[in-house]
C-alpha cells in the first residue's frame, strides 16, 4: 500500500513540475523583470510608524503626498520603525518610482502639521529632493529601477534648508 501511495506522489510531484516548467515558459518577460529596492532612512529621530508611499507616476505621486491618500498606481505601507532599524527592502517590477515617506511620532495616523502647513514630523523623498514651499514634483523625486536599487532618504522636520 505505501508502495503505491509513492508511486502516485512521484507522479503528482513529476506533473507539478512539468506544469511549473511550461507556465515559466508562457511568462510575459515584464514579469520576470524585477529587482530589490533597498531604502535606508537617515536622521531617524525619533520611532514611530513609517507610512510610505511608492508610486509609479505623477497623479499618483502628488495626490498621495498632498492629499495623504491611497492611489492605485501607488504602494503604500505602514509599519512601525525604531532607531535601530532604519533599513527596508523590497522587490519591485523594474520602472520608474518616486518615493513620499513621513514618520508618525505620535501615532494618530497623519502627518501633523502646524498652523501654516508645515510639518511638524520627520518626512523624505527620494533622491532627497525637496520643494520650495511645497512637496517636490514626480520628476524631481523619480528614479528608475533597472536591477538592484537603494535610496537613501534624509528624514527632516519643518522646511528644508539648503544642504
Known amino acids: 500500500m505505501n508502495l503505491i501511495l509513492f508511486k502516485e506522489a512521484i507522479q503528482n510531484r513529476s506533473l507539478f513540475l512539468?506544469?511549473?516548467l511550461t507556465c515559466m515558459v508562457f511568462v510575459p518577460k515584464s514579469y520576470a523583470e524585477e529587482s530589490n529596492l533597498k531604502i535606508n532612512l537617515v536622521n531617524l529621530d525619533k520611532p514611530g510608524v513609517l507610512f510610505i508611499s511608492i508610486c509609479r507616476n505623477a497623479a499618483g505621486f502628488e495626490s498621495s503626498v498632498e492629499n495623504e491618500s491611497?492611489?492605485?498606481?501607488?504602494?503604500?505601507?505602514?509599519?512601525?520603525?525604531?532607531?535601530?532599524?532604519?533599513?527596508?527592502?523590497?522587490?519591485?517590477?523594474?520602472?520608474?518610482?518616486?518615493?513620499?515617506?513621513?514618520?508618525?511620532?505620535?501615532?494618530?495616523?497623519?502627518?501633523?502639521?502646524?498652523f501654516l502647513g508645515i510639518p511638524k514630523e520627520q518626512y523624505?523623498?527620494?533622491n532627497n529632493v525637496m520643494g520650495r514651499m511645497a512637496a517636490p514634483s514626480f520628476e524631481q523625486a523619480r528614479?528608475?529601477?533597472?536591477?538592484?536599487?537603494?535610496?537613501?532618504?534624509?528624514?527632516?522636520?519643518?522646511?528644508p534648508k539648503k544642504d
Not at 143 to 159: D, K, S, W, Y
Open 18 to 20: 512539468a506544469l511549473a
Open 70 to 114: 491611497e492611489e492605485e498606481s501607488c504602494i503604500n505601507d505602514a509599519g512601525k520603525v525604531d532607531l535601530q532599524n532604519h533599513e527596508i527592502n523590497g522587490i519591485l517590477p523594474h520602472g520608474e518610482y518616486a518615493i513620499a515617506i513621513f514618520v508618525d511620532a505620535n501615532g494618530n495616523g497623519k502627518m501633523d502639521k502646524n
Open 124 to 126: 523624505g523623498f527620494s
Open 143 to 159: 528614479f528608475e529601477v533597472t536591477g538592484p536599487a537603494t535610496q537613501n532618504i534624509i528624514l527632516r522636520i519643518g522646511i
